[in-house]
């Protein structure tokens, strides 16, 4: 078979695995005729587990979706052609959305526990500072977080401007302000200033200049975040997983936040440790929209309307394990 005849897409290859992945999408749909159906069938059965790491179910419908929106590179049906002179009526196929499979995350999250269950206590209890976060007042959290995953000259970026959606969801609004850490230190001697929405911090340090991927100065932190499966599974997870994680801190609503320290020595090889460690825990409910290193988490020591977003769990002194 063609599929199974293709180099597979391996990380770290620069874009030749997507370019790859994609182009053999294109040679499906516009080469051989198949519909988007059979095409990611075709993709997810024999090529996608040759792949290192494999893409996600939704990964690979987008690819099927762009080849089949994209303008043929030769004439329909040139795979088909028994020899040169044969001529294939071009067809128009139809742009459609393929469903992926359903995933059972709860029941994949009970699976994975296994009755174990963790509180925020007993997070507390582990955290490597011996500090219980609920004696000091709430806004110091603030400061103990930069203080401990920042160095002395990094540029700490936080946003406390916000706006409601239509659903009642708070986003944060402009690019907020960037100062160096010790700065930061300075004003948050004081009370932060309580906000609707809450407010929130970037987990990586950055030039000054920018708050894009690009303006990131060092790739320590990935963020975890689980929005649809309950706050006690939530927890019992990030207790149990075998992973660097630096924080915790509740975000004042649906989710905890997991800062993973990741230590990468570029941009590409963080994107490459972020996209495998996401596909692990797809199972699971991870959040996908959280994987560039200029993503922000929320700020710990501040209130979220009347919730507090509050520090769970401190260990500055993990180490970030070898790539998945």
């Known amino acids: 078979m063609y599929a199974s005849a293709t180099p597979p897409a391996y990380a770290g290859t620069n874009g030749d695995g997507e370019r790859t992945t994609f182009s053999l999408a294109v040679k499906l749909v516009h080469g051989f005729c198949l519909d988007g159906d059979t095409a990611l ?88 500072l011996r500090h219980d976060f609920g004696e000091a007042p709430l806004h110091y959290q603030a400061a103990t977080l930069i203080m401990q995953l920042f160095e002395p000259t990094d540029w700490v970026n936080i946003v406390s401007q916000s706006k409601q959606n239509g659903q009642g969801k708070w986003h944060p609004v402009g690019y907020g302000k960037t100062l160096p850490r010790n700065e930061w230190l300075r004003q948050l001697l004081e009370p932060f200033p309580a ?4 407010a929130w911090i970037r987990m990586n340090p950055l ?52 800062w993973v320290k990741v230590d990468a020595s570029s941009l590409d090889d963080y994107k490459n440790y972020v996209a495998k460690l996401y ?33 769970v769990y401190l260990n500055p002194e993990c180490s970030a394990k070898e790539m998945l």
Not at 78 to 91: A, F, G, R
Not at 232 to 252: C, D, H, M, R, W
Not at 303 to 309: A, E, L, S, T
């Open 195 to 198: 906000r609707p929405g809450g």
């Open 41 to 128: 069938s075709i993709l997810t059965a024999h090529y996608n587990p040759r792949c290192h790491p494999q893409w996600s179910d939704k990964e690979l419908l987008h690819k099927v979706s762009d080849a089949i929106k994209s303008p043929s590179p030769q004439q329909r049906g040139w795979l088909l052609k028994s020899d040169e002179h044969d001529q294939i009526k071009p067809v128009r196929l139809p742009i459609r959305t393929v469903e992926p499979p359903k995933v059972d995350v709860l029941a994949n999250v009970n699976k994975f526990l296994d009755g174990f269950r963790c509180k925020e206590s007993d997070l507390a209890a582990y955290s490597t």
């Open 207 to 258: 030039n000054g200049m920018g708050v894009a991927d690009s303006d990131v100065t060092a790739f320590r932190y990935a963020l975890l975040e689980f929005d649809d499966i309950p706050l006690e599974l939530q927890l019992s997870l990030f207790a149990k997983v075998t992973l660097p994680i630096a924080a915790i801190t509740y975000s004042g609503g649906r989710s905890y936040h997991a």
């Open 279 to 311: 596909r692990l825990a797809k199972p699971l409910g991870v959040d996908q929209a959280n994987k560039n290193p200029s993503r922000m988490s929320r700020l710990p020591g501040v209130y979220r309307g009347d919730q507090q977003q509050r520090l």
